[in-house]
T-cell receptor
Framework: AQTVTQSQPEMSVQEAETVTLSCTYD???????LFWYKQPPSRQMILVIR??????QNATENRFSVNFQKAAKSFSLKISDSQLGDAAMYFC??????????????FGQGTRLTINP | NAGVTQTPKFQVLKTGQSMTLQCAQD?????MSWYRQDPGMGLRLIHY???????DQGEVPNGYNVSRSTTEDFPLRLLSAAPSQTSVYFC?????????????FGPGTRLTVL
């Protein structure tokens, strides 16, 4: 079974600075998808960024980018120019490409990110 | 387009009571899932469905039943609630026809079992 580990329960960063959240995963599969979700106090799960394992290029979405290291099974999220609205719980998630799109996501434990003004 | 809706937002039950958490989506998505979120843990998959009439178990299915009679609705039933089922429950939907294959989550239901 696949597992996802986020070793940083909490992180904090000054507004406008850059922060990196760590995620490692364990799988024997070669084709899969990785995600970062943001959960603000409203509890809503918001997709931040998505990475396909077969793509070597790291995904980027505006101020959010990932460092995907397939051999090391590492998938970190970098947030540049941190804003107060970035404060939230961030979850790393894995989905096998072999489940036929049944959307069985495996989540990490989450990292609570605080932005200091 | 309401997306994924869940009712109720909050619920308190006594041990042994039954209830149904409702989930509906108006995006014509084939896939729907139920997750639970406990403190210090990420979301864990309870049950999922790949289409009307088809359901399967996820990682933590015990104590929960599901059915999928329509594409739009995917209710989660607790037949005899236990304190261990105190959690936040999320419903999600997606479609393999969409290029991004992204899951869309509902706002969640916070359930407390006394």
């Amino acid at each position: 079974a696949q597992t996802v580990t986020q070793s940083q329960p909490e992180m904090s960063v000054q507004e406008a600075e850059t922060v990196t959240l760590s995620c490692t995963y364990d799988t024997s599969e070669s084709d899969y998808y990785l995600f970062w979700y943001k959960q603000p106090p409203s509890r809503q799960m918001i997709l931040v960024i998505r990475q396909e394992a077969y793509k070597q290029q790291n995904a980027t979405e505006n101020r959010f980018s990932v460092n995907f290291q397939k051999a090391a099974k590492s998938f970190s999220l970098k947030i540049s120019d941190s804003q107060l609205g970035d404060a939230a719980m961030y979850f790393c998630a894995y989905r096998s490409a072999y489940t036929g799109g049944a959307q069985k996501l495996v989540f990490g434990q989450g990292t609570r990110l605080t932005i200091n003004p | 387009n309401a997306g994924v809706t869940q009712t109720p937002k909050f619920q308190v039950l006594k041990t042994g009571q039954s209830m149904t958490l409702q989930c509906a989506q108006d995006m014509n998505h084939e896939y729907m899932s139920w997750y639970r979120q406990d403190p210090g843990m990420g979301l864990r998959l309870i049950h999922y469905s790949v289409g009307a009439g088809i359901t399967d178990q996820g990682e933590v299915p015990n104590g929960y039943n599901v059915s999928r009679s329509t594409t739009e609705d995917f209710p989660l039933r607790l037949l005899s609630a236990a304190p261990s089922q105190t959690s936040v429950y999320f419903c999600a939907s997606s479609s393999p026809a969409h290029s991004t294959d992204t899951q869309y989550f509902g706002p969640g239901t916070r359930l407390t079992v006394l």
